[in-house]
Structures are given as structure tokens and as C-alpha cells.
């Protein structure tokens, strides 16, 4: 009984069950009460259900949380944003790497896919607080040719210090800071290491319109004309695409990082979930930074989801309950290979107890209505990750 | 010393300081530590702000949480929720009220403004519970005549039996429910009483399309026609209005509840926020029903207030976070004549503590920005209203 967790008396789909947990893996749905484990997570009066999966965000970023708002993006970003980070050091980045990873255990998540600098500082506070990571290691043009063959070596010597918690992902930027040549560099070594492509893309009309100028083509065309978009690709965003767009990312198999509030905040446009979900793409959620949102609580991300696509589409049955929870939950981990997102024996066990007692969560006509639509954080009693409890009753 | 409170070491517009109350009014905002009162509450490390005051809900309605979801309006309330309602006994009505005060306390509200069935089941709970209340008798054709007479009956002799809590409103449901006849009595009876009619207003389309055909014109317009319109109407919703009805809007002085949350959810379209502000309507916030929402959250109901304001007009600079939290704070105070929503000395001792310590409420570079943008209830230590501590270090 090495390594396993006994969570007693949770709410399973309808039933009150005992829950064994061994090697980090779900192993018995229906345990006895007194099964023998090394550890014991009373879960009286909470339903158990998979944590969050958080495809796009800039961890570090809480430092800005509330810096600058209620301003265009170019402005927020020129004026605020960038200055601000030329001025951050390391220690910044880890102090930021904190608050974040505190903030997303409290809110729920138990995996985040990020892109910033530093990722040692990151990598760290990941690895002391006990939860995964997709790491992006950021390229820009802008970099100087040593520090872009630094970050190659980074990623082709990677080991994980956390025996597999922490994965790297080559994360270009942007379209535009990031030209041809270095993306084309990018796309053949995310492939030739079997590491996940993480870019931003046509996130703004701004982006789309000089793209238009400068490539004679949109965004994701442009992308594709140089081979970069397939299956390993995680693009944030993707809000101004029209439906031969949307067939192209369904075919190439490119997974959707969707963020609501932070499109929302900066006016950048609304998602065109009706069209893209139709068109068959994997989609995903995201909070993206803490600066832009202003939070990552992926719970919250889920009602802005689902709201934003039914008053857009004009249709309230568009993304209904089931879908955005897939989409914060599931869809997020399929996406980064990690063996979870829903309770299952075999499966690796994350997971949230949720306190029914809230006033929240009651009555229960439906949990996974009550979870997207009326809960908050104050619901989540304790957050578990491949077996390790990163929360139990409030506490981290 | 009679019925005081001391409030010690609460961060307040940028220094620490102690906040004595005094016959449910703020007394003094620089009181010394030991300033002798009834009762202390300790704030280190809070905030204090004010509460939200919630203009449009239907308590009870808590019941349906999670009953009905993600389908058009007309088939939600035909075929689940007028069902649901009509199999509704006192003994419902009161613990839907029961549930839904206790949510408001723990989400930071201390007032709202309803419209449903049974008002005596709700008003007991209001009075059990410290919170104040504007409880809507509702008016609709489908009542009998006896029934019209018992409602007016009830105006009339109203006799508050909370010493100041609680009033009642003269609420006619909506122009599709109420006829002319009724909809002028109903005007009638609120200015003769002194008292403030609540209607639900403009809510969807065909609202406005069965009242073009029914009446030859739009709601705003028809209303106006009837004579309804004036600084005495609080009208919820008010999604689909040209400028023209905007204007008619600001100059009666009608008091508008903006339901993000509610008007999203069931695609009922969109609140012309920029154009009503630009127009000079007084603005609020309420999270219409828990059936509808699906919380009776105010801190979420502002974030999503601004992020939709934002992302609807293309310009993130609309509904700063200082403007949404006078809408959800001190302008619904204001509607209703309650002399509270600012931390003033002479005011009503209304007020939240908002504990800082929280992930959420970290860094403070603008207290507001996080407390619009970024927090949730969790965040909510304590709940004040008239002086009396209706939560305290999140107990009720």
C-alpha cells in the first residue's frame, strides 16, 4: 500500500463512495471505508470531480494583476505591459510564479501551459507546490542569435526535475514577433523532439490586417502555407477566423486555447465558438495572464465561456454546461498527453472535492450546472494531483 | 455607547484606521483602537468597501437553481419553470428566500429588490436574516379580481414589520403579462403611496415585436405612452432600446437593473451599456433570478457587466471597474433611497471586509481593478449592514 490515498465518503455521479487511490493513479471507485492506504481524505458532504487543465496563461504575470485596465491593447502593452517587465529580475518572476500557483491550486487547477521568461524560476515554484506544467520557452525575433541557440540547447537537453510534471513546449509568440524563418525553426524542432507548439494567434483584427499586408494572407493560411499548424500545435485565442480557417485548424488537428475574459477585457473580439466547435476543432480553456483577466480561476472561465457563446450565437442551447466543463476539464488534458480529466480507475487521479453545503451548490438539480453556472472558488474544499493532496480543506 | 461597533485596523482609501459606528450609522473614520463600543470587529489585513445592493432578483426562484438550462426562454418558462412555480407551496417559497439571503449575505449583498409569489415567507426570512429588502407585489392580468383588491389592500396598509428594513414595490410583471388598464393603476397606486413600481422591461425580442404589433410601437415608448415612466421606476433588463427610447429613459429619471449574467445565459441579447451611459441613464446591477444566472453573485454580475461593455463595443476603455462598482454599489442604494453605498461618516453603516491575504486580492496596485476583475467571494471576510454584522469571518 505504498503511495496511495483513500478519499472516504465523496459524491461519484449520484452515489456516496470511497475512492483508492494507488501509485497516483485511480484504483478503486468503490473501495470499503476502511481500506488500507497511507493516507486519508475525509470527503463528507463534497462531490469529487476532475480539476482544471489551464492551456494558456503568463504565470508571472500576477505582479501586474490590476496594473492597467480599462485600456486598448497597444496602449496597455507599450505603455504599461512591456516597461513594467524590463524592469522585472528573476526574483520578480519567482514571487509571481508563487502567487500564480497559489492562485490556481486555491481555484482549482492543476495544470497550467505557459509562456514567459525564466522558466527556472517557474519550473521551481511548480515543482515545490506539486502540480504540472507546460512550460513555454519563449522565441521572439527580437532575441539575439546566442540567446536563440541557448534555447534550443535548453530544449534539447531538457530532464525534467520533477520526474514528469513539468514538460517544455516550443512557444514562438506571435506572428508578429516572430518571423518566418525562426517559425519554421520552431515547428521542425517542437516536432523532432515530440514537444507541443505553443503560439498566439489572430487574437486581434490588428494582427489579421497586417498580416494581410505584409503576408497577403490571413493568420492561420499563413501559418499553414509554412507547414507549421498539425496535431502538436496549441494556438491562444483564434478569434478572428473565418470557416475555411476553422476547417483548416479542425483538419490539421491544431488544439484551441479559448480565453473569454481576456478577449472580453481588452475588446479584442468574441471566439466563434458555434462555428469552430461545428468545424470539429478541439477546443480547450484558458485564463490567459492575471494582467488581462484579471484572475486564473478557470471555474469563472468556464461561465464566461458559456455565456459569451450562447448571447453571441443568439442561441441559448449553444455550449451548453456538459461542453464547457469537457473543455476546462478533458479536452485541456488530452491535449498535453496527460493520462486525466476524469475520474476513472486507471486513470492518473486529479481531482476537486466541491463542498455541497454551499449555498451555491444547492439545491442539486443539476451538479455540472451548479458547478459551471453558480459556483466559485469558496465551493472548492481540497485539490488533488496524481494522488498528492495540494489542498485539503482550504489549506494549501 | 448604545448599539456601537468598532471596526479596528481596516484599510481604508490607502492607510489603516478604526471606524466606529453608532446607531447604525458611520460615526467616525479615524476612531482611536480603544474607542469604546458594543462590539469589535477585527479587519487587519482588510479592506473595507461598500456591500452591493441588488436590483432585480427573485429570491425564492434559488429553488429552480440548476432546473433548467441552456434552452430559448419561452420553452425554459413554459415547459419547466411556470410548472415548477405552480407545484410551489409557502413552506418552498420560504426556504428558496432562506437560501437565497444566505447566498446574497456570503456574496456581499445587504439589499435587494424582488418580484415573486408569497411576500410574507420572504420578508420573515429577510428579518431573520439583518439584510434590507424592497419586495415587489406583483401584479399580473391572470389574477382575479379579488386577488388585485387583496395586493392593493396590501399597499395600502403596509405597516414594515422590520422598523425600516424592508418596503414593498408596486410590480407589475411586464408589459406581455399586464394590460393597459392595470399597468396605469399600477402607476397610480406607487405614486399615490410614495412607493417605486419594478417591471421587467424590453427583455427580449419578441417583447418588443408583440408590442409593435399589439400596440404600435416599442415598450420604452408604450410605457412612456401610458404615462408609467418616472424617477419612481426601477425597470429591469432593457436590452433592446434605440437611442431615442435611451433618451426618453434618462429624462423620466427611470431607474435602469442591468442582468448581465441573466440576458447572456438565456441569449436575450445584449445591454446597449455605452449608448444608456452616454444617454444619462442611472444605471444598477442585479443578477435577476438563481434559475436564470445561475448565482445572485453582485462581484461576478460586475465583471461580466464590464467585460460584455467592453467586448460589445469594441472599446475596452467603456465601464471601467470604478464605473461598475457604482452601479452594483452606491447607484442602487441611491435608486431606492437608502442612504448608504459609500464609506462616509453619516451613512448608514453598510460595508464589506474584504480580506486582502487572498491570492486574488494580490498585488493592490488598484484596489478596485481587483476587486471588480479579479476577486470572488472568498474573499469576503465579514458583511455589515446598518451597523449589525450579518457575517463575521465568514460565519453567518
Redo the contacts between chains.
Sequence with gaps: MMDSLLIRNAWLDGRTTNILVEGGRFKDLSAAPDALADRVLEADGMAIVPPFYNTHTHAAM??????A?????QK?LEDFIWPFENRMTSADICEGSR?AV??MI?TGSVFFSDMYFDIDQTIDIVREYGLRAAIGVTFVDAHSKSQREEKLDILRHWSDPTGGMVSLTVAPHAIYTVGEDLLVRCAETARELGLKLHIHLSETRREVEDCLRDHGTTPVRYLDRLGVLGPDVIAAHVVHVDEEEAAILAERGVTLSHCP?S????????FPYKMLHQAGCRITLGTDG?SS???L?MR?EM??A???A??S?????????AEAFAMATRNGAEAFGIDAGVIAPGKLADALLIDMRC??M??????L??WV??????CIDSVVCQGRILMEHHEL
Design positions: 500576477s505582479l501586474l494583476r490590476g496594473y485596465d480599462d485600456m486598448p491593447l496597455w502567487l497559489r492562485e486555491r475574459c478577449n472580453m477585457k481588452l475588446s479584442s473580439g468574441i492575471d483577466n484579471n484572475n480561476d469563472e461561465k464566461f458559456a455565456l459569451l450562447k448571447v450565437s443568439g442561441d441559448p442551447e449553444t455550449m451548453p454546461a449555498e451555491k444547492q439545491p442539486c438539480h443539476n451538479f450546472s451548479n453556472y453558480a459556483a466559485d472558488s469558496s
